[in-house]
């Protein structure tokens, strides 16, 4: 067969050639009728003959790594559908009150009550047996038929310990000959000033035992075994028992608090404290003090008796005086009018400064209750927002308002309580030499025995990254550190990225490595399956001047992935508000920091960064860090400074005590 081309020459193909000869002579048949059109035509054949011959010709491998790439794309794509969430905030449950039976504790061994013999001797061979009187029941033996019936709601660790301690101790407490005792009395009047220590005094009423002669007495039969108690009796026994168990909750208060906070949400990681309330009951049995007893379990350091001190003081401050208040969502300009400008007025007339007052002195005379807005008293407000660092514009908004009018009085009042509760979270002995990062002061300090605290400005997570409240030990200074990027930030930061980029992990100073260690470029990496937990992979930023890190970190290994660090980015530290990172708590000065908590010198930490070197040095001793959370807590000059909710956890702990208020009611009723 001849195949005319239009050309000089001609292609001949016979049928009973090779099939590999045919085929050949095909591909070389069309190839020259493509060439040939082409050639021809000079038009846009030219494309389509160059697809046409890359489709014949490019290889099968080719074909299918350009497909691969392709899908790698879309799973790229695809990957960053996937986020990690925050932390979960609860709705509170607080603890359950349960029926308290101690029907267990009413039935006497009868076998040390019956009387018994004993063989004493012979006479004239002859054993005498003698008689052993039984021995004498107490008054709280006696009325332990009583307990059968008596029953009443308590958490369930009080309920246990009432069990176990009368079971060691069978005797009355808090009454004696039947009369309420000199413990009794001292109990009920530290159960009733509970609020002095931020506690609700309702939690630990107790019926009062009538004196017995003002008591109907009356007798009362046993379930069983045809005992008689006596109505007096069982009124002594039922008082005892409420007693201790509202004794016994107040020591649980005390100790732990009335909150538990990993029940608020994933950022609190605060182990509950184990509380040994038949000890709190032997103590009270065999000491005279019980009032002091009773206020030893509150936390003992100088920073709780000042939150308790300034407490008292703002309680009396505010029944004497009357809060100057601006309602929320007041918003004025200048030539409106509101009823709140006397409010206004009154406010820079108790809280300006006397440069201010005598500045504005002709304003404030001529005012006498008007609700004009007018521009006078803007022009004062100016004054009084230039001093307080807000734009002068006369606005009077949330933020003129609360510089204008401060915190009230309330407001500071139920800081200081909720920052009594949260002392109860933390050790009773918080030590010595210990480091305490307070999130809303955004501060750190190191303390050591009698030496001058060291404290520095810190920044801590944004409100999308909050920081954990939770408590560890600090280990570990690691000098020019690599940054281990943490599962949440690969997944919502990195992945997007790497969708646009594929290699720009790599050329952004990161290396990436397979769960074995084995290093890998990020563009060969399927993140969509590590987004979706199929594959792991290890993140990490090489150290070096661009380093999230900075030249030096403080490790206390925690599940949080929460340590104290450096930064490059030191302009944040001239920031008021400094909630800025992903979670980690960065130190304006982490070289005093590092020294500090190794004992060296700053000198020293210096010398072991110019190294240039990734390297370890081990804390020696103990060495907690407290990674809190207090919008009112003592200066290190011992003044009660009072901060911004920044992550709104007053909120959610004003609510879980209201629960608990209103769960502790229902079991009462």
């Given at each position: 067969?001849?195949?005319?081309?239009?050309?000089?020459?001609?292609?001949?193909?016979?049928?009973?050639?090779?099939?590999?000869?045919?085929?050949?002579?095909?591909?070389?048949?069309?190839?020259?009728?493509?060439?040939?059109?082409?050639?021809?035509?000079?038009s846009a054949t030219d494309a389509s003959a160059q697809n046409f011959l890359q489709r014949i010709f490019t290889p099968?491998?080719?074909?299918?790594?350009?497909?691969?790439?392709?899908?790698?794309?879309?799973?790229?794509?695809?990957?960053?559908?996937y986020k990690v969430a925050p932390p979960k905030i609860y709705t509170y449950k607080p603890d359950v009150w349960k029926t308290v039976s101690l029907a267990s504790l009413a039935k006497l061994n009868t076998a040390a009550v019956q009387p018994t013999t004993e063989t004493s001797g012979t006479d004239g061979g002859t054993s005498v047996a003698t008689e052993i009187p039984a021995p004498v029941l107490t008054e709280f033996d006696k009325a332990r038929p009583a307990l059968k019936s008596l029953s009443f709601k308590a958490l369930p660790e009080v309920g246990e310990a009432l069990e176990a301690y009368y079971r060691e101790h069978p005797d009355y407490i808090w009454a004696t000959d039947g009369e309420l005792n000199s413990k009794a009395l001292a109990a009920i009047e530290v159960l009733g000033a509970a609020d002095e220590f931020a506690l609700d005094p309702k939690d630990?009423?107790?019926?009062?035992?009538?004196?017995?002669?003002?008591?109907?007495?009356?007798?009362?039969?046993?379930?069983?075994?045809?005992?008689?108690?006596?109505?007096?009796?069982?009124?002594?026994?039922?008082?005892?028992?409420?007693?201790?168990?509202?004794?016994?909750?107040?020591?649980l208060d005390a100790k732990r608090g009335r909150v538990d906070p990993n029940r608020l949400s994933e950022y609190h990681d605060l182990p509950r404290h184990d509380v040994d309330l038949v000890a709190a009951l032997r103590a009270i049995q065999s000491g005279g003090d019980v009032a002091g007893i009773l206020e030893g379990q509150h936390p003992q350091d100088?920073?709780?008796?000042?939150?308790?001190?300034?407490?008292?003081?703002?309680?009396?401050?505010?029944?004497?005086?009357?809060?100057?208040?601006?309602?929320?969502?007041?918003?004025?300009?200048?030539?409106?009018?509101?009823?709140?400008?006397?409010?206004?007025?009154?406010?820079?007339?108790?809280?300006?400064?006397?440069?201010?007052?005598?500045?504005?002195?002709?304003?404030?005379?001529?005012?006498?209750?008007?609700?004009?807005?007018?521009?006078?008293?803007?022009?004062?407000?100016?004054?009084?927002?230039?001093?307080?660092?807000?734009?002068?514009d006369g606005i009077v908004g949330k933020n003129t308002i609360r510089a204008l009018v401060g915190e009230t009085n309330a407001a500071k009042i139920a800081k200081l309580e909720l920052a009594m509760e949260r002392r109860r979270w933390l050790p009773e002995d918080l030590g010595e030499r210990r480091v305490f990062i307070n999130q809303p002061a955004f501060m750190a300090t190191y303390y050591e025995g009698q030496s001058e605290p060291l404290s520095m400005r810190v920044v801590v997570g944004k409100k999308s990254n909050q920081?954990?409240?939770?408590?560890?030990?600090?280990?570990?200074?690691?000098?020019?550190?690599?940054?281990?990027?943490?599962?949440?930030?690969?997944?919502?930061?990195?992945?997007?990225?790497?969708?646009?980029?594929?290699?720009?992990?790599?050329?952004?100073?990161?290396?990436?490595?397979?769960?074995?260690?084995?290093?890998?470029?990020?563009?060969?990496?399927?993140?969509?399956?590590?987004?979706?937990?199929?594959?792991s992979v290890n993140v990490r930023q090489r150290p070096g001047s661009a380093n999230a890190l900075g030249e030096v970190k403080i490790l206390f290994p925690n599940k949080h992935h929460i340590y104290m660090?450096?930064?490059?980015?030191?302009?944040?530290?001239?920031?008021?508000?400094?909630?800025?990172?992903?979670?980690?708590?960065?130190?304006?000065?982490?070289?005093?920091?590092?020294?500090?908590?190794?004992?060296?010198?700053?000198?020293?930490?210096?010398?072991?960064?110019?190294?240039?070197?990734?390297?370890?040095?081990?804390v020696q001793g103990n060495l907690p860090v407290y990674v809190s959370y207090f919008t009112a807590w003592p200066s290190d000059a011992g003044e009660i400074e009072f901060f911004d909710d920044v992550y709104d956890r007053d909120r959610h702990l004003l609510k879980a005590l209201e629960m608990t208020d209103e769960s502790r009611a229902a079991a009462r009723s």
């Open positions: 067969m001849t195949v005319s081309t239009n050309l000089p020459f001609s292609i001949s193909c016979k049928p009973n050639r090779a099939t590999g000869r045919r085929r050949a002579s095909v591909a070389a048949l069309l190839m020259m009728s493509v060439f040939s059109g082409a050639f021809l035509t000079g099968k491998e080719k074909r299918l790594q350009e497909v691969q790439a392709k899908q790698e794309a879309e799973q790229r794509k695809k990957a960053t559908s630990y009423v107790v019926g009062m035992l009538k004196p017995a002669a003002q008591a109907q007495v009356a007798n009362v039969e046993a379930v069983d075994d045809s005992e008689i108690v006596d109505a007096r009796a069982a009124a002594v026994m039922a008082f005892e028992m409420e007693l201790s168990a509202a004794v016994l909750t107040y020591v100088g920073n709780f008796a000042k939150l308790k001190a300034r407490l008292a003081e703002l309680r009396a401050e505010d029944e004497a005086e009357d809060p100057i208040v601006i309602a929320p969502g007041t918003f004025l300009k200048e030539g409106r009018t509101s009823p709140e400008v006397k409010n206004i007025v009154a406010a820079i007339r108790k809280n300006g400064s006397a440069e201010l007052k005598e500045k504005h002195a002709e304003t404030l005379a001529a005012y006498a209750g008007e609700e004009d807005y007018n521009t006078a008293i803007s022009a004062m407000v100016r004054s009084y927002q230039k001093e307080h660092g807000l734009a002068p920081t954990n409240f939770f408590y560890d030990n600090i280990e570990i200074v690691e000098y020019n550190p690599y940054w281990g990027v943490p599962y949440s930030i690969i997944v919502n930061e990195m992945i997007p990225k790497l969708a646009r980029d594929p290699s720009y992990l790599d050329r952004s100073g990161y290396e990436v490595s397979t769960a074995s260690g084995k290093r890998v470029s990020s563009s060969s990496v399927n993140w969509y399956a590590v987004a979706s937990k199929q594959q660090h450096d930064t490059p980015a030191k302009s944040l530290f001239n920031k008021d508000s400094r909630a800025f990172s992903h979670g980690c708590v960065r130190l304006h000065d982490p070289k005093a920091m590092a020294a500090a908590v190794l004992g060296k010198s700053k000198d020293y930490v210096s010398g072991q960064i110019a190294r240039g070197k990734n390297q370890q040095e081990r």
